[in-house]
Nanobody, 117 residues
Framework: QVQLVESGGGLVQPGGSLRLSCAAS????????MGWYRQAPGKQRELVAT???????NYADSVKGRFTISRDNAKNTVYLQMNSLKPEDTAVYYC???????????WGKGTLVTVSS
């Protein structure tokens, strides 16, 4: 099994930056995709960005050019650098791991990001 622990959330002013981290532990297979999703109050969870084991990336249109996802395979850690934050980025951000060796996804407990002046 896999455990995911997020860190780095907090309160930031509009236009500011935050960096989220997600550390994976347990049985981590080399072929996997890790990513970030978010859920704002009253809304469904949505994809933010994902990265495959070969570092290919995918972003939601709403964050392209502002957010950057990266990963350190040696540390089983994925990062999300968030720049030019907007109030609409306020949400709980969840780390996700998918692997063809597991029948289900794994999720972290989430970290709250609040963008407000």
């Amino acid at each position: 099994q896999v455990q995911l622990v997020e860190s780095g959330g907090g309160l930031v002013q509009p236009g500011g930056s935050l960096r989220l981290s997600c550390a994976a532990s347990g049985t981590i297979f080399s072929i996997n995709a890790m990513g970030w999703y978010r859920q704002a109050p009253g809304k469904q969870r949505e994809l933010v960005a994902t990265t495959a084991e070969d570092s290919r990336t995918n972003y939601a249109d709403s964050v392209k050019g502002r957010f950057t996802i990266s990963r350190d395979n040696a540390k089983n850690t994925v990062y999300l650098q968030m720049n030019s934050l907007k109030p609409e980025d306020t949400a709980v951000y969840y780390c996700n791991l998918q692997s063809p060796y597991y029948v289900r996804d794994f999720w972290g407990k989430g970290t709250l990001v609040t963008v407000s002046s």
